[in-house]
């Protein structure tokens, strides 16, 4: 499968994602934050039939745009089983403190620690769930053994890692989801993170040594 990034300037430089079988050209979509208009017209330019929308985390800024995804395409949203709290509440998810009323997404369903993610069009193709708390607590990273890549929300970046500050987080938790989950992965292994640009993990683990 294939990463296809689109940055959202608008919503704080987030990532979203699709992740493509270019065979079927069936994939996934992750992260939509915002944009929807510009989302969608990627998905009906390149002829892209998105199976589903998976979350890495459920911040507002990679879920504005969940609804409006999910209407047109007609597909399931997902997020790790500790994500509906955050979905629910935009205490939670942060959107209350950003000139809104708040974000809700309702009626997503839900992955755990271990699960297959896998294209109905080929079952073969899957991402697999790596729980990874600390910046938030249901913390997601979507790693392709296969084509070896790794979806990693805001748990780590190019140089660094995401903020604990926020409901839920704990850099104890963060650091050590970073070292047992992804840092364990093949070291030529591609990271594509929740904003800037990717890196590998060879890249990453001499912060963390």
Known sequence: MRVYRATLWSVLGVNSYFVIDEETRHGFAVDPGGMPERLLGAVRDQGWVIEKILLTHGHFDHIGAVDALRSALGIPVMIHEKGPKYLLDPEWNLSAGHGSSGIVVEGAETFREGDRIALASDPEKYLSVLHTPGHTEDGCTFYCASDGFALTGDTIFRGTYGA?????????????????KILSLPDD?????????????????????
Do not use: Q
Not at 168 to 176: A, C, H, I, V
Not at 196 to 207: D, F, G, H, Q
């Open 164 to 180: 604990v500050h926020f409901p839920g987080g704990d850099e104890k938790t963060l650091l050590r989801s970073i070292r047992e």
């Open 189 to 209: 292994t591609v990271l594509y993170p929740g904003h800037n640009s990717e890196t590998t993990v060879a890249a990453e683990k001499w912060l963390y040594m």
